[in-house]
């Protein structure tokens, strides 16, 4: 996007006319021009969305008043779920005040955004990997969470109970699941320092370490107040980056680089005759794919026990949290996908209602709810992928075994997929394996029926 940002015309009419017509006579491929309208379309949203983003950025390193000292703002969203006991009132009224003063510019830029990426798209070819028509994505993701409901209910306050000192009578405070959530007694299982040598050691049986090797680096932290890594494709499928967190939450932060890590490594299995347009997707939902089933790994007791070499007392308490996490992250992937079918007006009251739902009943905020639903650019490709990434653990038990992690007809049938970039979906790739996104229930409950 910051070529978009330094080449204006990228954002304009000429640009997607010129699309057009390349497809029109036949110099684009129609996958290639509708991977291409994509891109161009995606352009002009982060363009929408900068102001937005820059000001989050800013924050990050912004100081905040809490009890008459000044406070960075990051160390108190560190520091803020790691506390024994209930954190004060002040605290939590700093965090909530800091994405009050982001809510309405926030709101104001994602409509602008999806209003000029929706007009942007207008009458040029649909890309391959552009999925289920919207109102299908959200019936799926309600009925997900409708059939997931009352298993997380359960643990999330199980989780709460366990964890929090003083647990509130009215439900869940959104401070307390995430103390919940954060578990710090399992930190010293997933040191920051070597986060990524570990992964790379721990996907090493499946023979990818050499494109992981060749292709993926890590570059430091990106600053923000995500505790998720990010990834940055500089040329798929030979420069790929990853950002570390500067926030640490432990287990969910070590989830997500093994996801971005995944995503890494689909996006480098591409073919090298790929269009870049292709190679580079912008869905990405197979390589989305590929990260949310090897994150799950942290929840099956076969690879913790072989690969990470934990027993006792320390396999069932990892691989319960990673089953929690699994879950509810893919009940707020299905939450924010129902957030944004909402009219613009209606998104803030929407985020804090599918939010509080997809959170086992945590009372959030409305801004934070807000920041939380709005602030991901690819909210429908996120779904599809983490959905996609519990169906294809069911594929790849079925096809290679429970030891599917350590088995080499594991890391053909994923080549295969990859291979294509963005000329593939999610859905489709399923269908290959004889698989389906409905299958993703069935690993659901295997995750909490524990």
Known sequence: MDVAAQHGWLRGAEARESCAQLVA????????????????????AEHALAPARDALRAQASSRVSVDGDSVPLLELVVDLPLEPRAPSRARVAAVEA????????????????????????????????????????????????AATDDAANELVAAAVRARVAEPSPGGPRWHDVLAALRAPALDGQFASASRFRR????????????????????????????????????????????????????????????????????????????????????????????????????????????????????????????????????????????????????????????????????????SLATLVALTPGAGAARFRGRRGGLALHVALREHADEDW????????????????????????????LGGAPSAALERCRELVGR
């Open 199 to 366: 992964i790379g050691a721990s996907l090493a049986p499946l023979g990818f370490s050499r494109e992981l090797g060749a292709h993926v680096r890590v570059v430091g932290a990106h600053g923000g107040l995500d505790p998720r890594a990010r990834l940055a494709v500089l040329a798929a499928p030979h420069d790929l980056r990853i950002a570390a967190p500067t926030v640490e939450h432990g287990l969910a932060t070590e989830l997500s680089a093994v996801d971005v890590t995944g995503r890494a490594l689909a996006l480098s299995l591409g073919s090298v005759g790929l269009p870049p347009a292709l190679a580079r997707p912008l869905d990405a939902s197979v390589a989305r794919t590929f990260g949310a089933v090897l994150a799950q790994l942290l929840a099956d007791r076969g690879f913790v026990r072989r690969v990470l070499g934990l027993t006792g007392r320390a396999l069932e308490d990892v691989t319960r949290a990673a089953a929690l996490l699994t879950l509810l992250a893919l009940r707020v992937d299905a939450a924010v996908v129902l957030v944004r079918g909402q009219p613009s007006a209606d998104r803030a009251e929407a985020a804090a209602v599918w939010l509080s739902r997809a959170l086992g009943g945590a009372r959030i905020p409305v």
């Open 25 to 44: 006579d036949g110099a684009l491929s129609p996958d290639e021009g509708g991977a291409m309208a994509g891109h161009l379309a995606r352009a002009v």
């Open 405 to 432: 992690f350590r088995n080499p007809r594991t890391s053909a049938l994923l080549r295969a997929l990859a291979a294509r970039g963005g000329a593939l979906g999610v859905e489709a790739a399923l269908a290959e």
């Open 98 to 145: 800091a994405a009050e003063r982001q809510r309405p510019r926030l709101l104001d830029a994602r409509a602008l955004a999806d209003a000029e990426g929706t007009r942007a798209l207008a009458a040029l070819p649909s890309r391959p990997d552009a999925g289920p028509a919207p109102d299908a994505l959200r019936t799926e993701a309600e009925a997900l969470l």
